[in-house]
């Protein structure tokens, strides 16, 4: 782990995915070393205009918002604050350089901690 699952607006993706997955996962490497960025895992999702609404309404130009999978464990290191703030300006700057300054504002980051032996890959539970 770590996953990077990307909503945005489908016409902001599209030509742009190889460029996006690049750089946040540079910016993955970035915080945890270039060893993560094999296993770092990026999912772009793209949403039509008329199926992303704020308000009420539907949106008219949404910045993206990242969810990011990470262990649990990582949350209760000494370096936690910093870890945290490391990731989300990474993959923040990473949205920006993507998709212009226009999105800095209102892009989200989540992180999202997954306790050890809640998560599987080929059908084994992994224990960390």
Not at 56 to 84: L, M, Q, S
Not at 91 to 113: K, N
């Amino acid at each position: 782990m770590p996953h990077l699952d990307v909503h945005a607006l489908e016409s902001d993706l599209a030509g742009r995915e190889t460029e996006l997955i690049k750089k946040l996962t540079d910016a993955v490497a970035a915080v945890y070393g270039d060893w993560a960025r094999e296993i770092a895992v990026v999912r772009l999702i793209g949403i039509p205009p008329h199926r992303w609404g704020i308000g009420g309404e539907p949106a008219r130009a949404p910045a993206p918002a990242v969810t990011f999978g990470i262990k649990e464990a990582a949350f209760g290191r000494p370096d936690a604050d910093e870890i945290v703030a490391s990731l989300v300006s990474g993959v923040t700057d990473a949205l920006v350089d993507v998709f212009g300054e226009r999105v800095r504002a209102g892009a989200t980051v989540e992180l999202v901690g997954v306790p050890a032996g809640r998560s599987a890959v080929g059908g084994v539970v992994d224990p960390r």
